[in-house]
């Protein structure tokens, strides 16, 4: 059975990234070309064609990005695993009102396509704790995640 590729997201993948969530996200290197990937939690998908995330405005995404604005967001989703392959624009570089200097990136979605190896699925989704102060982590989840949904 061939794997699901789609133009914009699904439902299902719309909601999986109405939250918090871990990704990577594999941008193309500005000083060698090659491959950089990271980690990134603070993203939001307003609708089913772009993605909205924030990241510290000296990260090294923000400068791969000026570069080449190819962007592919890896999601672990429905029991799978989709390469979200994206355009990029920096739309902020310092987001207002956040006690962090943090980018805003919109993501266009180009194609998703599901990469799931045939004859497995995912049985559990990713899951990470923040292991700095968790009162002060949840304030700043919040304060970062009402930002994104108020694009």
């Known amino acids: 059975m061939p794997n699901l590729v789609e133009s914009v997201l699904v439902d299902s993948l719309l909601e999986a990234l109405q939250e918090e969530r871990l990704v990577t996200i594999s941008t193309v290197d500005y000083e060698d070309g090659g491959p950089n990937v990271s980690a990134v939690s603070w993203l939001y998908a307003p609708d089913e064609t772009h993605i909205l995330v924030a990241v510290n405005n000296k990260s090294r995404i923000v400068k791969n990005i000026e570069a080449n604005s190819n962007v592919v967001v890896t999601l672990y989703a429905n029991e799978s695993v989709f390469s979200i392959h994206t355009q990029a624009s920096i739309m902020e ?19 998703v396509r599901d990469v799931m190896f045939y004859g497995a699925k995912i049985s559990a989704v990713p899951l990470f704790e923040k292991t700095y102060d968790k009162a002060a982590a949840a304030k700043l989840d919040k304060q970062v995640m009402e930002v994104l949904k108020g694009y």
């Open 93 to 111: 570089r310092e987001i207002e009102g956040l006690p962090l200097k943090l980018a805003l990136i919109k993501l266009e979605i180009k194609e």
